[in-house]
């Protein structure tokens, strides 16, 4: 079978790249720009074909939007800022514009200035242990207890590893999450099932390199991941490309990983993000006589998900505190109530908590200190009066996971900007800049010393000037 050879001839080039000393003389040839599609082990190439038209042709019965509505092949099966403001231009009658998911359906006047910033509406319902509450803690929770946040697009590539699917994860298998995708968006019944499988087999397909389909499939084919040979030890790189990999490797890696580059590979900096709460939703400190406050941690060996901190991110942006890509358009103000179970009788924590700051001021977001000096903060580890995104609390109904969220894959990241679950950040520079100021420094684990700022009056940051340019060096050729 083609994946057969395949995988033959790239372990083949990895032991004869290793005999040779020298593993940058067998790099496989790269196809950057375009998708890279193959026959994976259990696809046969006519189904893939099939699933490929389904993708692409409105299903009978639907709104008249396929997935490639969304999914556009020509743009890494991402939807971009710039797709939607063409096809607004050319045709403001194309199924995208329709007002389910493409603007408040409530709006007076649809604006698509979210859709034009590429981000899509998604409805969710709340788990039976929460309620949505306001300010003063009443319990305002829609009658039909669903709540709506604003998410990006993701690419469709690498599906044969990258699951659970979604920012939040909530779909684990192709085939669920595509019929989900027809009722939600395409408006369309219950789908047979040969079709979807078809759409699943071509998803499994797309690939973001030769190199990401090497991976997938030896794990198809039952491979531990540590087994796997690093495939990007045979790219050709440059002297500052490879710098860029060590700074990766000392600042990325612990997260998104090696060879699939989505999971988290030291668990120490995924456990560091995940705080005990209070009833009031602040964090716990334990204070030693002579030293610093330190919050109590509480590991999650079986979660793969974390809050990095990039829906507080857009938080700030809504108040005007740093600038955002997405900081025109609004985002839902949320606060919730966790109980211990479906009966909602016995809350556990209200998050976020409400602020509680130095100065007293409602828009410092820097939080007082209690009489044993600890911060009066929530996961936020600052002053936030709602949550724009819950993330994987959404979910799974744990106040742990406050906007906690998936960890994406890096792989062919250079190709599908804009960034993060609501396209926050509008070029990879930005994301970088933005680790190296405001997340790095905050994550005890990965130890990077601190630089002193990069322009004037700005935050000390993890990396120099010099490191962020190998690094996105390196993360273009991902
Ligand atoms: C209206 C736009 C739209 C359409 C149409 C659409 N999607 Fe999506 N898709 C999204 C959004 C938005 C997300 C992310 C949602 C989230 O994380 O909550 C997503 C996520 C996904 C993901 C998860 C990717 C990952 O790595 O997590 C897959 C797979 C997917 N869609 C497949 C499909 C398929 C198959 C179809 C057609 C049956 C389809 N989509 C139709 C907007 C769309
Ligand atoms: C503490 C864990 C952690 C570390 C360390 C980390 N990331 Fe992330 N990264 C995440 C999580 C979680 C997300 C998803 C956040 C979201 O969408 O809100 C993410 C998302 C991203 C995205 C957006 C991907 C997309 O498809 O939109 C980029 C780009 C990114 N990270 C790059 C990096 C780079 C570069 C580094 C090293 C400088 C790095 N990350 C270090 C956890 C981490």
């Known amino acids: 079978m083609a994946g057969h050879r395949l995988i033959a001839r790239t372990v083949g080039a990895f032991v004869l790249a290793g005999l040779a000393g020298c ?5 496989p ?27 692409q042709e409105a299903l009978p019965g639907t709104n008249g939007r396929s997935c490639a509505t969304c999914h556009v092949l020509s743009d890494n099966t991402a939807l971009t800022p710039a797709h939607v403001e063409a096809l607004w231009a050319r045709n403001p009658a194309d199924p995208l514009f329709n007002r389910i998911d493409a603007d408040d359906p409530t709006a007076a006047v649809p604006t698509y200035e979210h859709l034009k910033k590429g981000l899509v509406r998604v409805v969710l319902p709340l788990p039976a242990n929460m309620d949505v509450i306001d300010v003063q803690g009443n319990v305002i929770t829609a009658p039909d207890r669903k709540v709506s946040v604003w998410r990006a697009v993701p690419s469709i590539a690498d599906t044969g590893f990258s699951g659970p699917f979604q920012f939040d994860g909530r779909e684990t298998d192709l085939v669920t999450q595509a019929q989900s995708a027809v009722t939600s968006h395409s408006q369309g019944g219950t789908v047979p099932l040969p079709v979807l499988q078809r759409i699943a087999a071509f998803e499994r397909t797309v690939f973001s390199s030769p190199r990401a389909r090497f991976v997938s499939e030896l794990l198809e084919q039952g491979w531990p991941l540590s087994a796997i040979p690093d495939p990007d030890a045979l790219l050709l790189l440059d002297a500052s490309e490879r710098r860029g990999r ?30 005990a709460l209070k009833p009031d939703g602040n964090i716990q400190y334990t204070v030693t006589p002579g030293g610093r406050p330190e919050p109590v941690r509480v590991p999650r060996p079986h979660s793969e998900f974390l809050n990095a901190g990039y829906a507080f991110m857009t938080y700030l942006g809504q108040r005007g505190v740093v600038p955002l890509f997405n900081t025109s358009v609004d985002f839902p103000q949320y606060r919730f109530r966790f109980y211990t179970d479906g009966t909602r009788q016995h809350p556990v924590t209200d998050l976020p908590p409400i602020p509680v700051t130095a100065s007293g001021h409602p828009d410092d977001i820097n939080p007082a200190l209690d009489e044993n000096g600890a911060p009066i903060v929530g996961p936020a580890l600052a002053a936030q009066w709602y949550s724009t995104d819950p993330g994987r609390a959404l979910i799974s109904g744990d106040p742990a996971e406050f906007e906690a969220f998936d960890v994406p894959s890096l792989r062919g990241i250079a190709r599908s900007a804009p960034y993060f679950h609501d396209n926050s950040h509008a070029t990879l520079a930005d994301t970088v800049d933005t680790y190296s100021r405001f997340i790095l420094p905050g994550i005890p684990t990965v130890g990077l010393p601190l630089h002193p700022p990069e322009f004037p009056g700005g935050p000390p940051e993890s990396l120099t000037p010099a490191q962020k340019q190998d690094l996105l060096r390196f993360l273009q050729r991902l």
């Not at 700074?247 to 900096?269: F, K, M, P, S």
């Open 23 to 27: 593993t940058d003389a067998v790099a």
């Open 246 to 275: 060590d700074v990766y490797n000392l600042a990325c890696e612990a997260c998104h990983g090696d060879r699939t580059r989505n999971r988290v590979v030291n668990r120490a900096t995924h456990d560091a993000l995940f705080y």
């Open 29 to 55: 040839v790269e196809s950057t720009g375009e998708l890279a599609t193959s026959e994976a082990e259990l696809v046969s190439p006519a189904q893939a074909a099939a699933g490929k038209k389904h993708f």
